[in-house]
């Protein structure tokens, strides 16, 4: 397969398209991205490397985090993590407070905020440096090891996040947070606001799509059929209340984040990452979602 020559088919198509959406302005810092930027990064089990663009540059990766996140909490709790969070699709916005009140503070799935915030305070819980943690595992996974989070990016979420103080704060009142609820949002700030380039996602990715593997990075190990749960977590959750859209779609495994940013993968076979910062109305990258909608069309690649 010609990854090159795809990806570039891909920039010179999506290039015609007129770029469409806003970039994510309800995070003030946010809104000064170039909304120009786009960049690919495509990596295979073979590990063999594509790129086009802007995708060495570095980015905010909001919620792509939360797949870190995730399977951190999933290998420290197990099954158990599942009392506490879902894995239902919510059907509404990422932010929505709604159900979580009639579902007891038990938030739909770990994607959505409240469900990541929930994640935190298990991460709080069960470990001695949580924060020292998440970097060791994503350093791991990536192998670069000067991955870091933007200081001024978490400040003005935390100055502007009030839907999340209302989480925590809504969960705590439901019996399920067991930690200060300032020291959950700083530490959800920090994990949203870590910055990474298409590459360095990519590369990330790939080890959820190789299932043959012993996945165990920094201390943090999943069997098998942990990670293939975690792969059907972001089919079925991991683009806002547009999941099925994309699975119908594009038809791979992946989680966009509010930064523009979308990392998915094809079990055995690669890893993609892409960055475009406009967004449409669900949140998802306009550009981002596009592009993979082409790659999946001219490889063929689909899970199903
Ligand atoms: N930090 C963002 C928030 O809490 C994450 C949103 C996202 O990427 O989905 O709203």
């Not at 547009?242 to 699975?247: L, N, R, V």
Request: charged residues 20%.
């Amino acid at each position: 397969m010609n990854y090159q020559q795809i990806l570039q088919e891909i920039s010179n198509e999506v290039s015609t398209f007129p770029n469409t959406g806003e970039v994510a302005n309800y995070i003030p810092e946010l809104a000064k991205v170039d909304p120009k930027k786009f960049g690919i990064h495509l990596t295979t089990v073979n590990n063999e490397h594509f790129a086009i663009g802007d995708s060495e540059d570095r980015f905010s990766i909001q919620s792509i985090s939360k797949v870190f996140t995730v399977a951190m909490a999933f290998s420290l709790l197990g099954d158990q993590l599942w009392k506490r969070v879902g894995v239902e699709p919510s059907g509404n916005p990422f932010n929505s407070i709604v159900q979580l009140e009639y579902e007891n503070g038990i938030p739909r799935n770990p994607f959505v905020n409240a469900g990541a915030l929930v994640v935190v305070d298990v991460l709080l819980s069960e470990l001695k440096d949580a924060e020292r943690d998440l970097f060791a595992f994503v350093q791991s996974l990536t192998g670069v090891s000067d991955i870091t989070y933007n200081p001024i990016v978490a400040q003005s979420e935390k100055e502007t996040g009030y839907l999340n103080v209302a989480f925590v704060n809504m969960m705590k009142a439901k019996g399920n947070i067991e930690n200060d609820a300032d020291e959950i949002l700083d530490f959800y700030y920090k994990q949203c606001s870590i910055e990474m380039n298409c590459r360095e996602l990519a590369c990330a990715f790939l080890h959820f799509g190789e299932n043959g593997k012993a996945y165990d990075h920094a201390g943090f190990r999943l069997t098998k059929s942990q990670v293939k749960r975690i792969n059907a977590l972001m089919l079925s959750c991991g683009f806002y209340d547009e999941s099925g859209h994309f699975a119908f779609k594009v038809g791979l495994a992946g989680k966009s984040g509010v930064g523009g940013g979308i990392a998915a993968l094809y079990p055995e076979e690669f890893a993609v990452a892409v960055w475009s910062p406009k967004l449409n109305k669900k949140g998802n990258s306009v550009r981002g979602f596009n592009s993979l909608e082409l790659l999946t069309t001219k490889t063929g690649a689909s899970l199903f």
